[in-house]
């Protein structure tokens, strides 16, 4: 964009600059929305419960990790929302304002839900942890003896 608001450029180069923002705004909006749609219809067709929002995220990533979208299609629109992703939070923010005696009323099961949960998962993952470590020598392919034994 800053090439179409320079002094110099012509009228027809600022035609183009202007063309291939908006088409590359465009052209990644609606990679992002068929992502959402298609993630919205497997939800419906799938016997449990996942929301479609979180299965079309899964399939942006599967199709940016196998390079089947390239990662300049969709940039200049991801950064569109992630410069102004806190816009999208205030109806949220709004939503807890209106409860808010509803929230004061029960502060108390929820900061021991939060702090419960959190000191859960974070002792689960100290186990899983150790376990790993201690499981994954054990698992190696070739052992210093098996070394010694090979021809």
């Known amino acids: 964009m800053k090439h179409f608001l320079a002094k110099h450029a012509t009228i027809k180069h600022r035609l183009y600059s202007l063309y291939y923002t908006l088409f590359s705004y465009s052209r990644g ?25 979180i299965i079309g995220l899964l399939i942006l990533f599967l199709l940016l990790t196998f390079q089947l979208i390239p990662t300049c299609w969709i940039k200049n629109s991801c950064n569109l929302f992630m410069r102004y992703m806190t816009l999208l939070f205030i109806p949220a923010a709004m939503g807890i304002m209106d409860n808010y005696s509803l929230l004061m009323q029960n502060w108390v099961p929820i900061i021991f839900g939060c702090v419960g949960s959190s000191l859960i998962i974070l ?28 021809p």
């Open 123 to 150: 002792i689960l993952s100290a186990f899983l942890t150790e376990y790993c470590h201690k499981v994954a020598p054990n698992n190696s392919m070739i052992s210093p003896q098996d070394e010694e034994n090979q």
């Open 29 to 53: 909006l609606v990679i992002l929305t068929l992502c959402l749609w298609v993630g919205k219809i497997i939800s419906k067709i799938l016997p449990i419960m996942i929301p479609g929002s």
